[in-house]
């Protein structure tokens, strides 16, 4: 297994790498859902339970899941195309709201009357996460509202570079919209765009003969049936996964030590994390997968673009609650590092 080293000519390609992102078309597909974080400081122990008590100081709410990711592709300059379902409820409206604000397309989004749009509620006291409360539905999209994606994804279809599928198991991901959106594929005439997964354990049968999955290690352990403890077994998990999905690379995320790109050709990589601090993980998977398949796309090669996704991931752990990198943020920590 090699290890990723910069020399400092290699990090000035790599930031002027990051302006080539403004020329890329993707389209994010998958689980739309809101990020809520309520602030506060604990200083006292419930008399009523043995549970902090959250003196509550504010309360904030950021795009989540795969409105993240394109929230993310468009920080970094480029022009992406959200497609998935939202609940015909508040938080949807405030979902599709923010995208118009944010100046982001909101025409791949449908609506379904039936269901309840994803919000994912964390307390955050003293800037560590305490817990977490889901309200959503994790039923698969009803069959009619994969027609209407499949022929948004369509009708954008010729003009993508890139496809991301970000896959939160919230149902929109399933097997009629993957066999459609392979369908799009084999029947394209021109160049294929980069296919990149974000995937969910319970569906790496979707996955197949695509460019990139980036499970964190976790998940690719469950994919594989045995615990990511050591080097020995994560390079049997990334094999295996290249092997058995066919797929053309595999990035295992691994949290404060990096991460490891898994070609076909049976090269290994280790890339160490150029974070500083980890204060929180939420939202470093959205980035990753962003990064690492605009540089795809935009011409890098494997190891390239897994550097660059490692260099924005890292600025995202630095901080708390969901974020996105802005490109002048990438340039400069690829830059000056």
């Known amino acids: 297994m090699s290890q990723s080293k910069e020399p400092e000519n290699n990090r000035k390609y790599l930031g002027d790498c990051v302006d080539g992102f403004a020329d890329v078309t993707v389209m994010v597909i ?7 974080y309520i602030w506060g400081n604990v200083s006292r122990i419930s008399p009523e339970a043995p549970v902090p008590v959250v003196d509550v100081g504010r309360e904030t709410k950021m795009l989540g899941g795969s409105a993240n990711v394109i929230h993310n592709m468009a920080m970094l300059g480029a022009r992406p195309y959200l497609c998935g379902v939202v609940g015909d409820d ?24 039936q269901r309840r749009t994803s919000i994912k509620t964390r307390v955050v006291a003293h800037g560590q996460q305490i817990v977490r409360f889901d ?45 459609g959106l392979r369908k799009l594929v084999k029947s394209s005439l021109g160049e294929s765009a980069v296919i990149a997964v974000d995937p969910k354990t319970d569906n790496f049968q979707y996955y197949k003969e695509v460019d990139v999955i980036t499970p964190n290690h976790h998940e690719a352990g469950a994919f594989c049936g045995f615990d990511i403890i050591d080097k020995d077994t994560l390079v049997r998990a990334g094999r295996k996964m290249v092997a058995e999905l066919n797929c053309r690379s595999v990035l295992i995320t691994q949290g404060k030590d990096g991460m490891t790109l898994f070609e076909n050709g049976g090269e290994i990589t280790h890339i160490p994390t150029v974070a500083k601090e980890v204060f929180d993980v939420t939202g470093a998977g959205d980035t990753v997968i962003s990064t690492f398949s605009l540089g795809l796309a935009s011409g890098l090669d494997l190891k390239s673009s897994a550097v660059l996704s490692n260099y924005a991931a890292g600025i995202v752990v630095g901080q708390v609650g969901t974020s996105a990198v802005s490109a002048v943020q990438l340039k400069q920590a690829v830059e000056n590092r």
């Open 135 to 179: 309200r959503e539905d994790r039923i698969p999209v009803n069959s009619e509202s994969i027609r209407n994606l499949l022929q948004f994804i369509g009708q954008k279809f010729d003009a993508l570079d890139a496809i991301v599928v970000s896959d939160y198991g919230k149902g929109v991901i399933s097997d009629p919209l993957m066999k």
């Open 90 to 113: 508040p938080t949807g409206e405030e979902i599709i709201e923010r995208l118009r604000t944010a100046g982001l397309a909101t025409d791949g989004l449908v609506i379904e009357s």
């Open 30 to 36: 998958g689980d739309v859902i809101m990020d809520q």
